[in-house]
């Protein structure tokens, strides 16, 4: 399955962003997503992940309260509603995908479970 983020700008500290992520050449009904980013010079950060069994989510500390992973299987998508932003949110958003992931007995937010990525969103906070 091919993913392409989409969504990603410019806004100002305390604004809101959603980020899409579409499906192609497969189905994301049975995949586990998730969102990670990587902010410039630090490491991919995992954001949020959300099971294809029962749409149960994990959120990175950082993000809990202010993020809202969701998936719609009707549309082959999953989106990442991201709302008062922080500068330190900055950075280029990825969206991955795998199978069994975001489960109670993985992880669910380290790069090295999914094998499926997009390309990514730049999203910048700033004044």
């Known amino acids: 399955v091919q993913l392409m983020e989409s969504g990603g700008g410019l806004v100002q500290p305390g604004g809101s962003l959603r980020l899409s992520c579409p499906g192609s050449?497969?189905?994301?009904?049975?995949?586990?997503i998730a969102w990670f980013r990587q902010a410039p010079g630090k490491e991919r950060e995992g954001v949020s992940c959300i099971a294809s069994s029962d749409g149960s989510a994990k959120y990175a500390d950082s993000v809990k309260g202010r993020f809202i992973i969701s998936r719609d299987n009707s549309m082959n998508s999953a989106y990442l509603q991201m709302n008062g932003l922080k500068p330190d949110d900055t950075g280029v958003y990825y969206c991955a995908a795998d199978f069994m992931t975001c489960r109670e007995n993985r992880n669910g937010l380290e790069s090295h479970e999914y094998r499926s990525w997009g390309q990514g969103t730049q999203v910048t906070i700033s004044p």
């Open positions: 050449g497969g189905l994301l009904d049975y995949n586990d």
